[in-house]
């Protein structure tokens, strides 16, 4: 799958046909500021009101409640483990599988 991230939304071409995120109605907003594959499948996605994980056809979203800072999120890093790194105007946020939350970084 080749994912495609614009401030129009998120398009994929499979199997040679294109979809979008017409199909995604759950993201937190169509303007796609980061898209990163998660090493164990599926896809993280940073929007400007937090970050999506889409995993096996299932959405879930991250944003305030989750650690995250209201804004923008404009750049995602994968680490081992299954943790994930995100940047936001307020600096940098560890997401924990453990506890399915992202933690501030010292």
Known sequence: TLWIGTTRGLTWLRQGRFAGTNELRSLPDERITALLPAPEG?????TVHGVTRIQAGKLTRYGEAAGLPVGEVPELHALPEGRLLARSAAGWRQFDP???RFLAVE
């Open 42 to 46: 599926g896809l993280w996605v940073g």
């Open 98 to 100: 453990a506890v399915g």
